[in-house]
Every structure is written in C-alpha cells, then in structure tokens.
Nanobody, 114 residues
Framework: VQLQASGGGLVQAGGSLRLSCATS????????MGWYRQAPGKQRELDAR???????NYADSVKGRFAISRDNAEKTVYLQMNSLKPEDTGVYYC?????????WGQGTLVTVSS
C-alpha cells in the first residue's frame, strides 16, 4: 500500500489549493479515504473524509470551504481548499479508510500567510 500526497505550498489568506493523494497497491474503490491536518505543535486531526460510495464528512472548521472528492479510475483522492485561513496551516496527510488506519501518505505542507 502506497499513498503519495502532493499539492501543498504557500498561499495568501483567501486563496485556494488543491491537494492530491495518489494511491497504489490495493483496491482503491473499496476503501474510504481521509485528509488529516497536523498544525505546528498540535495533534493530527481529521479535516475531511470520503467513503467508498462517495459520502463525505467534514470537520466544522472546514465546512463550506473544503471539498473532498475521489477518482476511482485514477486511484486518487483530492482535497479542494478554498477561502484558506492562516489557521489552516499545517502538514496535510492522506489516510486510507473511513476511520483512521495505519496507512498514511508522507504529508504535504500547506502554509497560509495573513
């Protein structure tokens, strides 16, 4: 199982980024996926998740601003982040499963400047 996150970067507050998590080594369509954020000095927390059937769930802090989606043909999950705020800064990790699992991507850094 491999998960490769990408798409992070430096953006001004109010801007947008799109993260990608490319996967391999398992039947992607059979599993949910989640995006987690680890802010500096804090624990990793769930921002968004998507089920194998496309159902979604978001943390209150990102509702209305972030959108998770998946492309089963490409075995990739995305996180569209709009109206970014400085508090969205952190390392973003993708994880396999609707609930947290042992399978993590390597993380991609998002920095939102004020």
């Amino acid at each position: 199982v491999q998960l490769q996150a990408s798409g992070g970067g430096l953006v001004q507050a109010g801007g947008s980024l799109r993260l990608s998590c490319a996967t391999s080594g398992y039947m992607f369509r059979d599993f949910g996926m989640g995006w987690y954020r680890q802010a500096p000095g804090k624990q990793r927390e769930l921002d968004a998740r998507i089920s194998s059937l496309g159902g979604t769930n978001y943390a209150d802090s990102v509702k209305g601003r972030f959108a998770i989606s998946r492309d089963n043909a490409e075995k990739t999950v995305y996180l569209q982040m709009n109206s970014l705020k400085p508090e969205d800064t952190g390392v973003y990790y993708c994880n396999r499963g609707w609930t947290i699992s042992a399978y993590w991507g390597q993380g991609t850094l998002v920095t939102v400047s004020s």
